[in-house]
């Protein structure tokens, strides 16, 4: 990790993904900028790719999204907003689940389904090669071998520039790592969902990186009053606290919180310049 720039999303230093790509620790999830349900487009288009360029303004240069997402419209919308991009951005996307409707998700690993995916999202974000491509979940009527070798030959094929993988389990992303280079990880983990404690400290041993969904989980009572606390000594916002909390957890941590909303963002955004101590750490790890 290097040192902290000035720009407030670098507050936290920098993660180097797939040994070329280094980023700012608090990146952007772009999911919540569509329609309700993640269906459809917003009912304020320009106000959702003004969050999008007040990201990268201040600082944020990793954008997450999926082309399940509307589906379709946030890889759309992040391309009406920022391209051509400026030097440094990185666009993550994932392919992998199909939609039938508000709230509904399908997982589809069909070979023939990921090219298509993979295709349409060159496309709707106006690129030549995806620089990080996430398989997005595990589909149980595929072979997990199957899917990760249909995005290995499009790594081949010049498409994809790194590979990570989603919503897997150690075993999983060990049968990944055998048939390509994975260099990513998103699973859902926060203060109460740990899950994924294993997955994280496989990352982090080997210097994957680590991109927690929902990143900002509730909490037990008793941990509930650690964060108050320690966000009043702050002057910061429990969720400030939580997030926080995720980038003291592993160097590995690139939170990808999402909102439509500007102020949302930029609290989200501040929280990467909190440095809790290895105190206040232990105490909310144990709350």
């Known amino acids: 990790m290097t040192a902290p720039s000035t720009s407030p999303a670098a507050a936290a230093g920098t993660l ?36 999008l360029r007040h990201a990268v303004a201040n600082g944020v240069n990793f954008i997450d999204t999926a082309d399940s997402y509307g589906p379709d419209v946030s890889e759309e919308l992040i391309a009406e ?6 030097a440094g951005l990185v666009i993550a996307t994932k392919g992998g689940l199909t939609r039938s409707g508000p709230d509904e998700w399908d997982a589809n690993g069909r070979p023939e ?20 491509y996430q398989f997005h979940r595990p589909d149980p009527r595929v072979r997990y ?18 590979i990570g993988v989603s ?27 740990r899950s994924s404690e294993r997955v994280l400290d496989a990352c982090t041993q080997d210097g994957l990186a680590f991109l927690p969904w929902a990143p900002v989980g509730g909490a037990s009572p008793l ?5 108050a606390r320690l966000a009043r000594g702050h002057n910061a916002t429990g969720l400030q606290i939580a997030l ?3 980038l003291k957890r592993s160097p590995v941590m690139l939170p990808i919180p999402g909102t439509a909303s500007i102020a949302h963002l930029d609290q989200n955004i501040a929280a990467a310049a909190i440095h809790l101590s290895d105190e206040e750490f232990r105490e909310l790890d144990k709350g």
């Open 81 to 86: 907003a920022l391209a051509p991009y400026p």
């Open 145 to 162: 071998a199957e899917s990760i070798g249909a995005l290995a030959e499009l790594q081949r094929a010049g498409k994809i520039r790194h």
């Open 167 to 193: 919503n897997v389990t150690v075993a999983q992303l060990t049968q990944a790592r055998a048939i390509v280079p994975v260099v990513s990880v998103q699973n859902r983990y926060n203060f109460e969902d």
């Open 16 to 51: 180097t993904i797939g040994g070329d790509l280094t980023v700012n620790r608090m990146g952007f999830g772009a999911m919540r900028i569509v329609g309700k349900g993640i269906w459809g487009w917003p009912a304020d288009r320009e106000a959702a790719k003004n969050v």
């Open 223 to 227: 941990r509930e009053k650690t964060i």
């Open 244 to 246: 926080a909390w995720l």
């Open 113 to 132: 389904h990921l090219r298509a995916a993979l295709e349409g999202s060159l496309k709707k974000l106006r690129v030549d090669c995806i620089d990080l």
